[in-house]
């Protein structure tokens, strides 16, 4: 199986690249026909759940209208692990449920339940979408020019 001439082109997360910049479709379309323009066969744009209204799908039919290419979209979830759920990921997806239903029942609106460091905990939502995590900036450097 040959794999081409393929790296992460493009991280859509928040709305934002991986330097933190605002994201718009044309400046992605632009730059993928570049790399098309330039021979490259395919190219892998991650985007993080809830960070374009129409998801990974929304982003591969605006890239579809703006430029006419085909994109196709591959939903990850478990198997970016491997393939199905392990007992310890339902177990995780049972103690975040309860404690999600838990906190429900007290009242906490706009938080998101998570487990960090083996402690189950709860983030605002507002600190979800604005405290975006940004990349080394030498590692988008080195993909770019992997990818080119």
């Known amino acids: 199986m040959s ?3 393929s ?10 690249d991986e330097l ?5 479709c044309q400046a992605m379309c632009k730059r993928l026909c ?3 323009a330039r021979g490259k066969t ?14 990974a799908y929304g982003v591969a039919e605006e890239l579809r209208a703006l430029s006419g290419n085909e994109y196709r979209v591959a939903v990850l979830g478990y198997l ?13 997806a049972a103690r975040l449920g ?10 906490a609106t ?20 604005t405290d975006g995590r940004l990349v080394d900036s030498w590692m988008i450097d080195l993909a770019r020019k992997l990818a080119t």
């Open 20 to 24: 933190g910049n605002e994201i718009d």
């Open 80 to 92: 970016q692990r491997g393939g199905a759920p392990t007992a310890s990921d339902r177990l995780l």
């Open 7 to 16: 790296t992460v082109s493009w991280r859509w997360s928040n709305r934002r």
């Open 34 to 36: 570049a790399g098309r």
């Open 42 to 55: 395919s190219s892998i744009i991650i985007v993080a759940e809830g960070a374009h209204h129409g998801g």
């Open 98 to 107: 309860a404690f999600a239903v838990e906190v429900a029942l007290k009242g």
């Open 110 to 129: 706009n938080v998101m339940v998570g487990e960090v460091g083996g402690e189950l905990t709860l983030t605002p939502l507002e600190k979800v979408w």
């Open 3 to 5: 794999m081409g001439r």
